[in-house]
C-alpha cells in the first residue's frame, strides 16, 4: 500500500511537469507580440553542442511560461504575452558575439541571453553598459547562465548583468568540501582552457589547495588553446607520466570530452575532478574507467533524491527523449522563471524596469529554491557534488545521454553554504 501510495504521487508530480511542460502545438498560446529574449552563443564550430543544449533548455523553459498564459502584463503593455527564443550564432568567438547583440537591438529586443564563454560574456557587459549610457530609448538587460570567470560580478559587475551560475570559486569551493577529504590524494594535475575562465579555474584551484590541502603537490599545471585542440594524446600522456592521483579541470564541451578520453586510452588510472564532467560526452568517453572517479559539480543533478526533481527530470526528457538532448539545466529554467517573475513584477518589457525588479527576484521550482543577490547581481542557489557510477547503482536511476553511466549526489551544499563575499562596486544609473 506504501509503495502505491508512493508511486502514484510520484507519477501525479510527473504528470503535472508533462501537463505544463508539453510541446508547442498543445499550447494555448496568447495571440499578443511575443517577449523576444535574444540567445548569443555558439551554435556552430567545436563548441555548437554546447549551443544547442543552451538552446533546449531555454525553449523548454519558455514553453513553461506559455503553458500557463505567457507572462502577465498590463493591457497598456500588450497583456498577456508570450516568450520567445532568437538564436544568435557566435561560433563561439567574441567578435561575433558582439555581431550578435548589435543585431538584437536591431531587431528591438531588449533582454540578450549567453553563458558558454566568459571572454564573451566580458565583451558583452562592456558594450551593454556602453550601449545603454548612450542609446537610452533601446536599453538591454543581460542574462548570463553559464560565464563563470569570478570577475564578471566582482571588478566588472553590471547594472545590467545578472549571472545565474555559481561563479568559478563557488563551484571550486564545493569540489573542495569534497577533495580536501580524498586521503589518498598526494599529487593532482592542473589543465584547463587558455581563456579568462580556464584562468581563474586554475588560480583558484592553487589557492585553495594551498589553504585545504597543503600536502598535496601540484605536479602539473598548464592551459591550453580552447576548442582547437583535436588530439589530447601529448597531454594525456604527461598526465600519466606526472603520476598524479588527480586531475582537476575546468574544460568543458570537445575540450574535456576528448581530454578524459585521451586519459582513458593512455592508461591513466587517476581521479577527475570538474566542473563539467556530467555530460556532453564526458562519460561516455570514459566509460567503466570512470565510475567511481569522475567527480562533477553544479546546480542540480538528475539524481538529486527527492521526487520533484524526479518528476522535474523524467518531464524534461519526455519533452526530449533522444539521448542526445540529454543535458538538462535547472539554473537556467530558474533564470527564465525570475525574468518572467520581474517582467510581471515591473508591468513593462523595458530593460531598465525589468533589471530594478531581476536585482529582487526569488524563485522556486521543483524543490530548488534561489535568490538574485542585489549587491553583486550573482544569483545564489544550492550546489550539489556527484560521482559517476553505473546506471542501477544505489542513488544512480538515471544516467546520462544513454550511456549506461550517472552521477549519484555525495555533497549538497545550500545556498548559504555556497554564497561567497564579493568586491562589486555597483555603478547604478
Not at 18 to 40: D, F, K, N, V
Not at 216 to 236: Q, S, T
Not at 258 to 274: C, I, M, N, P, Q
Request: charged fraction near 20%; charge should be neutral.
Amino acid at each position: 500500500m506504501q509503495f502505491t501510495e508512493h508511486f502514484s504521487r510520484r507519477g501525479a508530480l510527473a504528470a503535472l511537469f508533462a501537463a505544463s511542460l508539453s510541446c508547442t502545438s498543445a499550447w494555448a498560446q496568447p495571440a499578443a507580440e511575443p517577449i523576444r529574449i535574444g540567445m548569443i552563443e555558439g551554435l556552430s564550430g567545436p563548441v555548437g553542442n554546447a549551443g544547442e543544449a543552451v538552446y533546449r533548455n531555454l525553449v523548454w523553459a519558455t514553453e513553461r511560461v506559455n503553458a500557463r498564459g505567457g507572462v502577465k502584463l498590463p493591457a497598456s503593455q500588450g497583456g498577456s504575452r508570450p516568450l520567445e527564443v532568437v538564436r544568435f550564432d557566435s561560433k563561439g568567438q567574441t567578435e561575433e558575439a558582439l555581431s550578435g547583440l548589435r543585431s538584437a537591438v536591431d531587431k528591438g529586443i531588449t533582454i540578450v541571453a549567453q553563458g558558454n564563454s566568459s571572454a564573451a560574456a566580458a565583451g558583452l557587459i562592456d558594450a551593454i553598459n556602453k550601449h545603454n549610457e548612450r542609446d537610452t530609448a533601446r536599453q538591454v538587460v543581460f542574462l548570463n547562465y553559464s560565464a563563470v570567470d569570478p570577475l564578471l560580478t566582482n571588478a566588472k559587475c553590471s547594472y545590467w548583468h545578472f549571472r545565474f551560475d555559481a561563479h568559478a570559486d563557488m563551484r571550486m569551493g564545493a569540489l573542495m568540501s569534497v577533495l580536501r577529504e580524498d586521503k589518498a590524494l598526494k599529487g593532482i594535475y592542473l589543465i584547463g582552457q587558455d581563456y579568462s575562465f580556464g584562468q581563474a579555474v586554475l588560480a583558484e584551484a592553487r589557492q585553495q589547495l594551498a589553504a585545504q590541502r597543503p600536502d598535496v603537490k601540484i605536479v602539473g599545471d598548464e592551459l591550453h588553446p580552447m576548442a582547437r585542440i583535436k588530439d589530447f594524446a601529448p597531454y594525456a600522456a604527461k598526465i600519466k607520466a606526472s603520476g598524479a592521483q588527480a586531475v582537476l579541470t575546468g574544460n568543458w564541451g570537445n575540450d574535456l570530452t576528448l581530454l578524459v578520453k585521451a586519459a582513458r586510452e593512455v592508461g591513466f588510472e587517476g581521479s577527475f575532478y570538474t566542473f563539467y564532467g556530467n555530460a556532453l560526452g564526458a562519460p561516455a568517453a570514459m566509460g567503466d574507467a570512470g565510475i567511481g572517479k569522475v567527480v562533477a559539480v553544479a546546480d542540480w543533478f538528475p539524481n538529486v533524491p527527492t521526487r520533484e526533481s524526479e518528476a522535474f527530470y523524467q518531464s524534461f526528457r519526455q519533452r526530449f527523449p533522444s539521448p542526445a538532448d540529454d543535458y538538462v539545466h535547472m539554473r537556467m529554467q530558474l533564470m527564465i522563471e525570475a525574468l518572467a517573475q520581474a517582467i510581471e513584477k515591473a508591468g513593462s518589457v523595458k530593460a531598465a524596469d525589468i533589471a530594478a525588479q531581476l536585482e529582487k527576484a526569488q524563485v522556486t521550482l521543483a524543490g530548488q529554491t534561489a535568490r538574485m543577490r542585489a549587491a553583486d547581481h550573482q544569483f545564489q542557489q544550492p550546489l550539489a557534488v556527484a560521482v559517476m557510477d553505473g546506471q542501477g547503482a544505489p542513488g544512480v536511476k538515471f544516467d546520462v545521454e544513454g550511456s549506461g553511466y550517472g552521477f549519484r549526489v555525495i555533497r549538497q551544499l545550500t545556498p548559504q553554504q555556497a554564497e561567497m563575499p564579493h568586491s562589486c562596486n555597483m555603478a547604478r544609473p
